[in-house]
């Protein structure tokens, strides 16, 4: 059989075009990132208030002399100091802002309630971790930091901070203010106790 010139080239041109092309490796890369959002932690935790022991014939004065008293006179230091006291503490993450509420059981208040009377206290906070906090009321209250039922702001350190302060005895001289005299006997050998309440937010 004899084959032309011209279609054995077409041919062999259609054949060329058949053969596959063998393909070259080859490698890319690319980098991504793994995050976990971590949202601060925060606690707080009461304490049992020691005011002291104190006998039943002592006065009211005489507790007052030691923590601190409020009356006519305004707020007076007593010899235990201005941070006789611990409240408890807060442990909020390190550089967490938060705010810590505490009330006594009359708001800004706290109050026993000894032989039918109301033996009224002001919890005053001087001191969170440490750190010396503003005063409340300076006209009132000047040098013994916040009030119970003030917002105290801070930032967390990742340890506890612990809230120190002391309790103001309400103090009557005259009856013009105040629920106790500083002469009047404390009259009781039973334990006396007041509830505190703790917000923490953050």
Not at 33 to 50: F, R
Not at 83 to 89: H, P, Y
Request: glycine share 12%; proline share 4%; aromatic share 8%.
């Amino acid at each position: 059989m004899i084959i032309s010139k011209s279609l054995f080239r077409t041919a062999l041109a259609l054949g060329l075009v058949a053969v596959p092309v063998s393909a070259q490796a080859g490698t890319t890369t690319a980098v991504s990132n793994v995050a976990v959002e971590l949202a601060a932690q925060c606690t707080v935790t009461g304490a049992t208030v020691n005011m002291g022991t104190y006998r039943s014939t002592q006065t009211w004065g005489d507790v007052a002399s030691v923590l601190g008293s409020y009356g006519e006179n305004g707020a007076v230091e007593g010899s235990a100091g201005m941070e006789a006291l611990e409240f408890g503490s807060v442990n909020c993450s390190a550089g967490a802002p938060y705010t810590l509420v505490v009330t006594g059981n009359d708001t800004n208040n706290s109050y026993f309630m000894v032989n039918e009377q109301f033996i009224f206290m002001i919890p005053m906070f001087k001191s969170l971790g440490g750190t010396p906090l503003p005063d409340a009321n300076t006209s009132q209250f000047g040098g013994f930091g916040t009030r119970a039922s003030f917002p105290i702001s801070h930032v967390g350190t990742g340890a506890p901070q612990v809230l120190r302060g002391t309790m103001l005895i309400g103090i009557e001289e005259t009856g013009a203010f105040g629920t106790v005299h500083p002469q009047q006997q404390i009259g009781t050998t039973e334990q006396l106790s007041t509830p505190l309440s703790y917000v923490l937010t953050f």
